[in-house]
Structures are given as C-alpha cells and as structure tokens.
C-alpha cells in the first residue's frame, strides 16, 4: 500500500515534473537479498525498464528497501542508469 500510494503521489503532474528520477536505497543488514543489496545506490528514471524493476524488487515479500524521489541535479550526482546496466543476474526482472 505504501509503495502504491508512493507512485500515485510521484505521478502527480508538478511533482512528476520536477521529481523524475527515484534513488533506491536497500535496507543494508543481513536479512538483505541479493538481489535487492545490488540495486542499492542506483538511480532510474521514473516509466522507464529500470524503475519497473525496482519496483517489481521492493513489492516482493518482506521488502524493506525505499526508492526516494531526486529532481535532475541530485539524479546526476548520484549517476543515473539504465536497463542496460543491469547485471545478468537481476536481467530476470525485466
């Protein structure tokens, strides 16, 4: 529920404008699944392949990891990526 309402507040038209890019950050401790600890500190462009698949990884069961909404400047600092850059192993996702 809380990641819905997340999206349908990011979908909002001015905060969809200034707010393009989303920041996933996984909860870094031992219970952390692989495949969510690789996605952290990566950024996406919001309706693109990449953002499909945070969110496909932070619905799964259990999932504590957060993506946290970045305007364009914060999104360069933090180096922004793309499907393509994903490693074989999360591929699946797509």
């Given amino acids: 529920a809380y990641l819905y309402g997340q999206e349908r507040t990011l ?3 001015r905060v969809k404008e200034r707010f393009r890019w989303v920041y996933y950050a996984a909860t ?13 500190g ?7 392949d990449l953002h499909r698949v945070f ?3 932070q619905s799964e ?12 400047q914060r999104a360069e600092q933090f180096g922004i990526k793309t499907a393509a850059d994903l490693p ?7």
Avoid: M
Wanted: aromatic share 6%.
């Fill in 11 to 13: 979908d909002q038209p």
């Fill in 28 to 40: 870094k401790d031992n219970r952390t699944r692989p495949a969510h600890l690789a996605l952290d």
């Fill in 42 to 48: 990566w950024v996406a462009e919001r309706g693109t």
């Fill in 55 to 57: 969110l496909k990884v």
């Fill in 61 to 72: 069961f259990n999932c504590r990891c957060t993506v946290i909404p970045c305007d364009q």
């Fill in 88 to 94: 074989s192993a999360l591929r699946s996702y797509l």
